[in-house]
């Protein structure tokens, strides 16, 4: 099994910065990609950014140049810099790990339990 265990998040001002990490531990082979998805109420869970690991990344639009995500490879720990936070980025951030697993070397995808993000005007 694996585990994502998600940290970081918060109440911030509009303007302000977070950062989110999260750390992926078990039976662990390699983790073959991490990202942060996100959902606010009464809303679909959206992806807010992803990175492989060769180190892509891809974002949504609306958080383009404001977020940064990032990976310490040895510590399978990512991390989700948040700056010029918007009320609408309010949401619970879940963690995701696509990780190809120690015992059977099947790849499967895991999500940690999220953290709340709550953005005030």
């Known amino acids: 099994q694996v585990q994502l265990v998600e940290s970081g998040g918060g109440l911030v001002q509009s303007g302000g910065s977070l950062r989110l990490s999260c750390a992926a531990s078990?039976?662990?082979?390699?983790?073959?990609?991490m990202g942060w998805y996100r959902q606010a109420p009464g809303k679909q869970r959206e992806l807010v950014a992803h990175?492989?690991?060769?180190?892509?990344?891809n974002y949504r639009d609306s958080v383009k140049g404001r977020f940064t995500i990032s990976r310490d490879s040895p510590k399978n720990t990512v991390y989700l810099q948040m700056n010029s936070l918007k009320p609408e980025d309010t949401a619970v951030y879940s963690c995701?790990?696509?990780?190809?697993?120690?015992?059977?070397?099947?790849?499967?995808?895991?999500w940690g339990q999220g953290t709340q993000v709550t953005v005030s005007s």
């Open positions: 990175i492989t690991s060769t180190g892509m990344t």
């Open positions: 995701w790990a696509r990780v190809t697993v120690s015992a059977t070397y099947y790849l499967n995808e895991y």
């Open positions: 078990g039976s662990i082979f390699s983790i073959n990609a």
